[in-house]
């Protein structure tokens, strides 16, 4: 068994919700070796996300961002946090819902997922800039 563990640099990306299987994977140049194994993709920041969904239809970002400025809007009146502006608190509060974290089988150094399931980040900032991800590899 071989551990691997590497923090990756995604380039800014728009508020909204993006697909970034493909580029996580290009640059996991430690992931050709694993033929089994487990992934675990962090983002180290506290107002973004990584969750895995629908990878085919379009329309599913659109309404993840639909249901989510619905149920934690920017600028609430309620939030006490709001010195980093009024996309900061409700970014927080995103980012706790989908979660920071996503663990992913590998097989022959790629992830092993479903056929309609891809990685996302969830953007909640609208000027979030680069976001880094940490990897960790377990495999054989």
């Known amino acids: 068994m071989t551990v691997e563990q590497t923090v990756l640099t995604l380039p ?4 909204g919700y993006h697909l ?10 430690s992931a050709a070796r694993v033929n089994r194994g487990i992934a675990h993709i962090m983002i180290m920041h506290t107002s973004a996300g990584l969750t895995l969904n629908e990878n085919a239809d379009p329309d599913v970002r659109d309404d993840f961002r639909t249901i989510f400025d619905q149920l934690v809007p920017d600028g ?8 980093e ?11 706790t819902i989908t979660g920071a974290s996503v663990t992913v089988p590998m097989r022959d150094g790629r ?3 479903g056929q309609w ?13 680069p976001r880094r991800i ?4 377990l495999g054989e």
Request: hydrophobic share 35%.
């Open 134 to 137: 940490a990897i960790t590899i």
């Open 12 to 15: 800014p990306y728009p508020r």
């Open 20 to 29: 970034i299987t493909e580029v996580v994977e290009r640059q996991l140049s």
């Open 117 to 129: 399931q891809g990685l996302y980040l969830c953007e909640f900032r609208n000027q979030g800039g």
């Open 76 to 83: 609430d009146s309620r939030y006490i946090h709001t010195i």
């Open 111 to 113: 992830f092993f997922l």
């Open 85 to 95: 502006g009024t996309d900061d608190m409700a970014a927080h509060l995103k980012s």
